[in-house]
């Protein structure tokens, strides 16, 4: 059975720093993995969807690596703001449904 | 265009009770699918529709649980005797197929409290 697990499950940093999300999984057999935005009271946003047979995907600040072999992804987050705070979740594609880890909150402190 | 729309965005309960919640996907989206999160925990998979039929309903907790879409756009998640352990937030996405590669589009949710 698939288990997507994210850590840490909070984390607070200054305005500026760069830092990284991890999320790891226990079945390699995904088809892609996705990094999801949660905002309070709001839907999730997609960020990035990184194919099985890719190693990673940028979109502006973010940068999502995933190493299948090993069951782990990171999101990478360079020179993170105060509208960066949020629940950053992890998803793998797995056997036809997504699979979520429990999530990252992320306070960006100003 | 408009995103994934769900109501009630709020609804409060008595234990007992039958509720239906309802999700407006992104127009021409043969895909939908609904799942549940509880406080703290990533998204739980309900069930996925393609056009009207349901899928896989694999993730439903029980059978009083039913979700209907019967002219493949909009959907009803339906609970029966509700049980405080049904409090959660009901997600509904959409995507343009059940591809493997299609990005799934979320709504806002309905937060669903059980008295």
């Known amino acids: 059975k698939q288990e997507v697990t994210q850590i840490p499950a909070a984390l607070s940093v200054p305005e500026g720093e760069n830092l990284v999300l991890n999320c790891s999984f226990t079945?390699?057999?995904?088809?892609?993995l996705q990094w999801f935005r949660q905002d309070p009271g709001k839907g999730l946003t997609s960020l990035l969807l990184?194919?099985?047979s890719q190693r990673e995907q940028t979109s502006g600040r973010l940068n999502a690596s995933l190493d299948k072999s090993s069951g782990r992804s990171t999101l990478y987050i360079a020179a993170s703001q105060p509208g960066d705070s949020a629940t950053y979740l992890c998803?793998?594609?797995?056997?036809?449904?997504?699979?979520w880890g429990a999530g990252t909150k992320l306070i960006i402190k100003p | 265009g408009a995103g994934v729309s769900q109501t009630p965005s709020n609804k409060v309960t008595e234990k007992g009770k039958y509720v239906e919640l309802r999700c407006d996907p992104i127009?021409?989206?043969?895909?939908l699918y609904w799942y549940r999160q509880s406080l703290g925990q990533g998204p739980e998979f309900l069930i996925y529709?393609?056009?009207?039929?349901?899928?896989?309903d694999s993730g439903l907790p029980n059978d009083r649980f039913f979700a209907v879409r019967p002219e493949g756009s909009v959907s009803t998640l339906k609970i029966q005797r509700t049980e405080r352990g049904d409090s959660a937030v009901y997600l509904c996405?959409?995507?343009?197929?059940?591809?493997?590669?299609?990005?799934?589009?979320f709504g806002p949710g309905t937060r669903l409290t059980v008295l």
């Open positions: 079945d390699s057999a995904i088809y892609n």
């Open positions: 998803a793998v594609h797995s056997n036809y449904q997504l699979i």
């Open positions: 127009s021409g989206h043969t895909a």
């Open positions: 529709f393609q056009g009207t039929g349901a899928a896989d």
């Open positions: 990184i194919q099985s």
């Open positions: 996405a959409s995507s343009t197929a059940h591809g493997t590669t299609d990005t799934q589009y």
